[in-house]
């Protein structure tokens, strides 16, 4: 599903060609056959060069996400009980607008769904939405 | 009878060195296949808890712009 999002992904921006896009993509190991870091075959799914691709071994971004939207819920448009210290934020997309700010918490995104495989028309509708004047 | 018994046994023996061969060839190339990003990007960064400051640095870099983050799992 995930190498599907990727492609999904990749077909997204695509149809974007601002240079001052950025994309951030991290991989971790959620399934128990990520043992390992992607093959160039995977991350020549998102091949676009604005793109920047990580490996993320211990899935530290995902708790980072988690700890900003335990810490306000509200903030980030999420029931309190959907979200615990054990959740993992994977399979998923966000957009941020131009100004967006990473201080001590997550920016609240512009945007965000799961799995990226399905997310992507909603993708491409926020990318179309910011990008209007 | 014996001889049926026999090739069963043989036929299934084969299958299973099959099967574990693909797995433990399947493990080798997660393990050890090439990971190179595709060119014009930088290459594959390791993201942790003391590498986390410039993932925002970077993420904050992009202001001007809209930024778009997405978390994958690799298989």
Known sequence: MCLRGASALQRAIDEYPSETLSVLVVWEPVL???????????????????????????????????RSMIANPERYGVEAHDVTPDTIVWDAVAVFPAGARWERDLPVPAFMDFPVVEAADGLRASLAALSTP | MRRSVRTILLVLGSLVVVVVGAGVAGFLWLRYAPRHVPDGQPGLARLDEASLPRFRETFNAGVDGIRIVALLSPT
């Open chain 1, 32 to 66: 128990s056959t990520d043992i390992a870091p992607p093959t160039t075959a995977t991350l020549g799914l998102v091949h676009d060069s604005r793109a920047v691709q990580y490996w993320d071994a211990g899935r530290t971004l995902s708790a980072d996400l988690v």
